[in-house]
Every structure is written in structure tokens, then in C-alpha cells.
């Protein structure tokens, strides 16, 4: 919908009452002169809701806090994200969940929903108190880890499916891993680094598939990077299994021939090889990958210095992923941003029940500019995508009556 000479609004058919809390929007937006009339092409979208991000806060605020995450974030455009819960206190019980939630009551910038642990400490030995953090989390992830035990990860889902609450995994075999840190594949091999096999991410999750349908819990499978991973959720939608997953920017517009010695090209699930770039792309277009998350997750300069063989595993990219896939997929033809808008604002909140609150985001799309770190306002710096040339810059970010993010180069 076309609403001046130079700003439109998408979305409309998405939420109720988009179009009219989108016109006032607008009028605010221009009277602060954000729509400057001599340009050309300005988007507001529904705001984005990323449901796979780490905010590091409480326990790791040396590497992220909620402030600079969630600033982060509306810089994005996102006005909903879901943190993960591999924190110091690890949210695995009412009690432990409440400094997160203090936190997010006094400094987020944005609406900031956490998870819950799936188990204790996320040791994967016994049960979290799922029941008592059910009505203040998003939904239960031990992030960051594969929880090993079929009775565990059967229990749970079915505590979670009796809470109405959704389970969503960290897919990982341990004894797969066999000490790897990127994809065992060509550049592995070429130079000397230790592998991780796309089965030891593909095996869990033909486990859980099977433990979904089993419990009927409601399953999502975050970060899918490997082509078997889409074969087995294709199929296992097809039988009716109540599945969702997500892929991230990297998975879609990387592949292990991009690789660089570097620690910001260090991440887990690691980029994998070119087909399997290829499967998740067709996942996309058939609809089998449900939505797109970043894993924005954050280390400190010191430790993302060491390496693909000794940095922690992690990249930020919350700032990035619409500018990236706007211009490497929808520019290209690849999809359109019709279905971009859909993987990221529309199908997350619906999946995840987050509701749409008068949240937009406005975007300059004729903006171009290189992809500079230095420029971001989060605490990391670590992004593979450094220096690409990407088209869009958000104008502002608006939920409800406040301004998130708004830009200072309009």
C-alpha cells in the first residue's frame, strides 16, 4: 500500500489494525522529517521478532547486555526478540529466572522475551521447573547444547506440551562432535582443522522428530544448517508432526568456501559445504524452513581473536540480516519481500504466540553502504559479512508510542 509520494507500507493482511496504526506512524515519522520528500522509496514494515538471540545478561554483561542488545535489535528493526538461556544464573527455575526479568523490565529497549532452561543448569540430568517459569518465558531451550538422553528430551516434551509451551533445540549428537569447530568438509580437510559432521546436528533431530510425534509437543528446531535436516522436517511435516524451524543469515548466504582463518568465521552450527547452502534456500521456497533467526551471539574482541581453532563459537549479525537478505536474496530474485517480511515478522510471532503491538520499522531501501562493525551498537564486533555492500538502512523503529531506534544519517 502506496501511503505518500515516497513511503509505503507493507503487511497490511497481517495483522489487524496494521494499516491505520501504520498511517499514524507515518505522520509521526514526517513530522520529524525522516521521510525527507526528495527521496525515493521508504518502507515501514511490520517490526521484525527474532526468536533466537543472546543477550548475555546476567553473567556475561562483559560480552552483551540487554540495553545494548535490544538497542541492537530495534537498529535491526526487530521489536520482539526471544534471549536464550545459557546465562550465569541459568533460568532454570522461577527463582533464578528473576534477575534476567528485572533486568529486562528496566533496560530493554525493545520487547525482550527470555527462554527457559530444559534442564537444570542445562546438564541435561534432570528436569527445569518448567511449570513455575511457563508463564513468564517464550518457550524452553537448553541452547548451546544437545540435550543427549531420549527420556530426558521425551519427559520434557511432554511437561512442555501439558504447559501449552513450546521446546526448541540446540540439535547436537556430543559424541559426534569429536572435537570439530567448523564443517567437516573440503576446507577442513585442506587445512588441517578438525571437523564437525553434518550428523551429529541431523541424527538429534530425527530423534526429536520422532519424540513429536510421539508426545504431540510442539517442536522448533533453531539454527538448521545441513541439507538432511530439511529432508527429515520436510517429511516429517507432511506426517502431520507439529514442527517449525528456523536458519540464519549466514546459512543462506555462506558456505564453507567462504571460511577465512579468522575467529568471526567461527560458529556453531559451522558453515557447511555449497549443497547445502542449495537445500536450505529450496527449504525457504517451499516452506519447510518456517523463519529466518540470527543467533546473534556476541563475544568479547579477545575472545573471537584466536582463530577458527581457538575462539569461542558465536557471531553477531542482529543488525545485519535484513539489509544482507534484502540484498543478496530478494535483489536477486531469489525470493521476494513479500516472503522476506513473512520469515521474519510475520511467522515468528505467530509460531512463538507474540503478539503485534503497534510495531514497526521504517527502511530506507535505496540506501547503500558496506558493512562496518566499527558502527555497530552492539558490544561484538565478530561478523563474517565485514565489508559487504548491502542496500537499506532502517529509518526508525516505533512500538507504540516510543522510538526504539531512529536513524542519524536521515
Not at 99 to 115: G, S, T
Not at 140 to 155: I, K
Not at 347 to 367: C, Y
Request: glycine content about 8%; overall charge negative; charged content about 25%.
Amino acid at each position: 500500500m502506496q501511503y505518500s509520494a515516497n513511503v509505503a507500507i507493507m503487511g497490511v493482511d497481517r495483522f489487524p489494525g496494521f494499516a491505520d496504526a501504520a498511517g499514524r506512524v507515518v505522520e509521526k515519522l514526517s513530522a520529524l522529517n525522516l521521510f525527507p520528500s526528495d527521496k525515493a522509496e521508504y518502507i515501514l514494515f511490520p517490526g521484525f521478532c527474532d526468536v533466537h538471540v543472546h543477550f548475555r545478561e546476567p553473567g556475561f554483561s562483559y560480552k552483551e547486555t540487554i540495553r545494548t542488545g535490544s538497542l541492537a535489535a530495534a537498529r535491526g528493526g526487530c521489536t520482539a526478540v526471544c534471549a536464550m538461556p545459557n546465562l550465569n544464573p541459568v533460568p532454570d527455575s522461577l527463582d533464578t529466572l528473576r534477575p534476567q526479568l528485572d533486568i529486562i523490565r528496566r533496560d530493554a529497549a525493545i520487547r525482550v522475551l527470555p527462554y527457559g532452561a530444559i534442564t537444570r543448569g542445562e546438564k541435561g540430568e534432570e528436569l527445569a521447573d518448567m511449570a513455575a517459569m511457563a508463564p513468564y518465558v517464550c518457550a524452553f531451550s537448553d541452547d548451546g547444547r544437545g540435550v543427549q538422553s531420549d527420556d530426558m528430551m521425551r519427559e520434557a516434551m511432554k511437561t512442555a506440551k501439558s504447559l501449552n509451551k513450546i521446546i526448541a533445540t540446540h540439535c547436537e549428537v556430543n559424541e559426534l562432535l569429536r572435537g570439530g569447530y567448523i564443517h567437516d568438509g573440503a576446507y577442513a580437510a585442506a587445512h588441517g582443522h578438525k571437523g564437525i559432521c553434518s550428523e551429529s546436528e541431523w541424527r538429534q533431530v530425527e530423534r526429536d522428530l520422532a519424540l513429536a510425534k510421539e508426545t504431540g509437543c510442539a517442536y522448533h528446531v533453531c539454527h538448521i544448517s545441513c541439507r538432511e535436516s530439511v529432508a527429515l522436517i520436510r517429511q516429517a511435516k507432511r506426517e502431520g508432526v507439529d514442527v517449525t524451524c528456523e536458519t540464519a543469515p549466514h546459512y543462506l548466504l555462506m558456505d564453507e568456501g567462504d571460511l577465512r582463518e579468522e575467529g568471526r568465521f567461527r560458529m556453531n552450527p559451522p558453515l557447511r559445504a555449497a549443497e547445502d547452502r542449495e537445500a536450505l534456500i529450496e527449504g525457504l521456497l517451499d516452506g519447510t524452513i518456517d523463519m529466518i533467526a540470527t543467533d546473534h551471539a556476541p563475544h568479547s574482541a579477545a575472545e573471537k581473536a584466536k582463530g577458527l581453532a581457538g575462539s569461542a563459537f558465536g557471531i553477531v549479525g542482529i543488525e545485519t540480516a535484513f539489509p544482507l537478505l534484502y540484498t543478496y536474496l530478494v535483489r536477486r530474485g531469489v525470493i521476494t519481500l513479500e516472503k522476506l517480511i513473512e520469515l521474519m515478522a510475520v511467522v515468528p510471532r505467530r509460531r512463538f504466540g507474540i503478539p503485534f503491538d503497534g510495531e514497526f520499522t521504517a527502511w530506507d531501501l535505496n540506501r547503500r553502504a558496506a558493512i562496518d562493525s566499527s558502527r555497530f551498537l552492539s558490544m561484538g564486533r565478530a561478523t563474517p559479512f565485514e565489508g559487504w555492500c548491502v542496500l537499506g538502512e532502517c529509518v526508525a523503529t516505533v512500538i507504540g508510542d516510543k522510538i526504539a531506534y531512529q536513524s542519524k544519517e536521515q
